[in-house]
């Protein structure tokens, strides 16, 4: 078996902040009708494939012209390794249903990924435990591949190349921001302009370039980020007896998380270890260390030697979502501790919501890059991810101590929510969007 283990509006902005994306914009001599676009999606990773997919498949758009610029080469998958990459997401039923809608989730049952139906979290330092399932044994969530996320997206971009232009190869290096009032002259378009000197125009421009989106910084928002004092080590495991391997498994240590995540039917798994300790004590702590009915982890056989990664962890938020033409997306917009397996689904979670607001804007007739839909967009997702961000930087601060009365405390809380169904199955509602 495998398994994976792992432990503002513009007023409100500083003047200097302010003064940044209202850089003069003259409309550019010799820049012809055919180089504007209604929608460039700068960064083409998950979610800015999957946005631009998004928009692609959509019929609301069939007339737009729709841009993705992503800076490195075409990825291209040809036979599925045998081998298993460390990169991988926990996606939600609700991030499957978005990626279902464009086909891409398609392709991704067509080649690999694991479903699991159980999840059972517990604290090394009580033993207070707490169980997630569903009566009607429903997934609660998959594990992919990034890449082979990434493969059926470039699968689906090929097919709404009609609709989608896709620039490999191609990084922004400036943008140049419109008035936010008219002004005689000026072009009423963002300007991008890229490596080779090529000079592009949109209506709406979508940042989805990661936490260090330089489409976020151009525009002068402000992200309140730090830093944790973890690292993640990712690695690929092998079991030593057979199992269904359908259970996620996270233990919170003082020192950080550490989960056990199910990856095939092959005897392997993937691991993530937030605590950055040494590898093979960290899948012994796994096991609980008192008699109990609950259900125990697999035992591990061996890890595989050239897997191991490991990755800072760091907490970030964006104070705007988006400014006029301007929206951002996914990591460029929020960064999130893995504890929750919650970062790729938060990114699905923008798409499906800007979409919606872009889809009505489209069927009214309106400018795409109004602010009037886009701060719809803003305070839909910022209610949802601040929740999300702050109750996952409190469980991380909360059982990263030793602590008699926070233990006491957090023993408390996680066994009340084990005895009270319908507020695990509210957490397991919120969790699935």
């Not at 003064?19 to 001599?29: D, M, N, Q, T, Y």
């Not at 049952?109 to 139906?117: D, E, G, S, V």
Request: with cysteine; hydrophobic share 45%.
């Amino acid at each position: 078996m495998a398994a994976r283990l792992a432990g503002i509006r513009w007023g409100t902005a500083p003047a200097a902040a302010r003064r940044v994306p209202l850089v003069s914009c003259r409309r550019w001599a010799g820049a012809s009708s055919d180089t504007v676009y209604d929608v460039v999606v700068s960064g083409g990773g998950l979610v800015g494939a999957a946005m631009a997919c998004a928009l692609g498949c959509d019929i609301h758009f069939c007339d737009k012209k729709i841009l993705l610029l992503e800076a490195g080469p075409k990825k291209v998958l040809g036979k599925l390794p045998e081998t298993y990459s460390n990169r991988v997401s926990s996606i939600s039923p609700g991030s499957a249903t978005l990626l279902s809608s464009f086909g891409a989730w398609d392709h991704i049952c067509n080649m690999r990924y694991r479903a699991f139906r159980r999840m059972q979290v517990w604290d090394a330092c009580s033993e207070a435990l707490i169980m997630f399932d569903k009566d009607n044994l429903d997934d609660m969530g998959f594990i992919v591949e990034n890449d082979v996320i990434v493969h059926a997206l470039t699968k689906q971009l090929e097919a709404v190349s009609d609709r989608v232009t896709v620039l490999y190869k191609s990084k922004a290096v400036s943008y140049t921001w419109p008035y936010p009032f008219s002004v005689a002259g000026s072009s009423p378009w963002v300007h991008i302009t890229l490596g080779d000197g090529s000079i592009l125009q949109t209506k709406l421009l979508i940042g989805a370039d990661g936490h260090n989106s330089g489409v976020r910084q151009a525009a002068g928002i402000q992200n309140v980020s730090w830093n944790y004092d973890q690292s993640a080590v990712v690695a690929t495991l092998h079991l030593s007896e057979a199992t269904e391997n359908n259970v996620a498994w996270q233990r919170f240590l003082p020192s950080g998380p550490i989960a056990l995540l199910p990856w095939s039917d092959a005897n392997h798994t993937d691991f993530i270890d937030s605590a950055g300790s040494m590898l093979q004590y960290a899948v012994a702590f796994l096991k609980p260390t008192k008699i109990s009915a609950r259900q125990l982890p697999p035992s591990v056989a061996r890890v595989d030697a050239k897997s191991r990664v490991l990755f800072p962890l760091g907490l970030g938020h964006a104070a705007e979502y988006v400014r006029p033409r301007l929206a951002l997306i996914g990591d460029a917009a929020h960064r999130v501790h893995p504890l929750a397996g919650q970062g790729a689904n938060m990114g699905f979670g923008d798409i499906s919501s800007l979409l919606h607001h872009l889809r009505t804007a489209a069927f009214n007739g309106k400018d795409l890059g109004s602010m009037s839909h886009l701060t719809a967009y803003e305070t839909d997702r910022q209610r949802h991810n601040t929740a999300l961000l702050a109750a996952t930087d409190l469980l991380k601060r909360l059982y990263s101590t030793s602590a008699t009365p926070l233990v006491l405390l957090r023993t408390w809380g996680l066994q009340a929510t084990n005895a009270v169904s319908p507020l695990k199955e509210q957490i397991m509602a919120f969790a699935s969007k």
